[in-house]
């Protein structure tokens, strides 16, 4: 059923790279734990221990604000179609703004998209995987166009202002250092 890896195989990278969501863990030592979905094309394996997500402008900023408090940081792939499985990446992270030169050089790796808000860029240090035999079988239809025509609409400028009225604290008060 399940296996436990110290990196990322050729078979898992490929995985990855069809699936169209995953989900992002996070928890300070208080305060609430977050899981957030996350779609487009905003994920990119590095190395076999190394991987990067584009983190976009969302209602709420609590990876970032998790991780200056905690750097642990769980992601999970469900395959939704084809052969059942669950991946779960386990590893320490750091966040990169526009403001840090790895964001910079980590940035172009993904596509041109308004409103990209950080990079996040995670050492893994255990792959499991698990059946996933309870995941429904599901279609995807297509990426949803709110979020990137909604940041095209507000221009760097609207979503700065719209970072600091809404990205500066978590849920519970925890600093994110957006701006």
Request: charged share 25%; hydrophobic share 35%; glycine share 6%.
């Given at each position: ?7 990322i ?10 699936q169209?969501i ?5 928890a300070?030592?208080?305060?609430n734990?977050n899981?957030?979905?996350k779609g ?13 997500w584009?983190n976009l ?13 905690n ?5 999970m792939?469900?395959?939704f179609?084809?052969k059942?499985?669950i991946l779960?990446?386990?590893g ?6 526009p403001?840090?030169i ?6 172009d790796l993904?596509p041109k ?6 990079v ?6 255990l ?6 035999f309870?995941?429904?079988f599901?279609d995807?239809k297509?990426d ?6 909604w940041?095209q ?7 700065k ?12 008060g ?6």
């Amino acid at each position: 059923m399940g296996k436990k890896l110290e990196s990322i195989t050729s078979e898992l990278k490929e995985f990855i790279a069809q699936q169209k969501i995953f989900f992002v863990g996070t928890a300070a030592a208080e305060g609430n734990v977050n899981v957030s979905p996350k779609g487009m094309d905003s994920f990119r394996v590095l190395n076999s221990n190394k991987i990067a997500w584009m983190n976009l402008t969302g209602s709420g900023n609590e990876t970032a604000a998790h991780l200056l408090k905690n750097n642990r940081m769980t992601i999970m792939f469900c395959a939704f179609e084809g052969k059942p499985l669950i991946l779960r990446l386990y590893g320490t992270a750091k966040i990169y703004h526009p403001r840090d030169i790895e964001y910079k050089n980590l940035v172009d790796l993904f596509p041109k998209t308004p409103g990209t808000r950080q990079v996040i860029e995670m050492e893994v240090d255990l792959v499991q995987t698990s059946c996933g035999f309870a995941v429904p079988f599901m279609d995807y239809k297509e990426d949803r166009s709110v979020l990137r025509d909604w940041a095209q609409k507000q221009g760097d400028e609207k979503i700065k202002e719209y970072w600091l009225e809404k990205n500066t604290k978590s849920i519970d008060g925890f600093e994110t250092k957006i701006s």
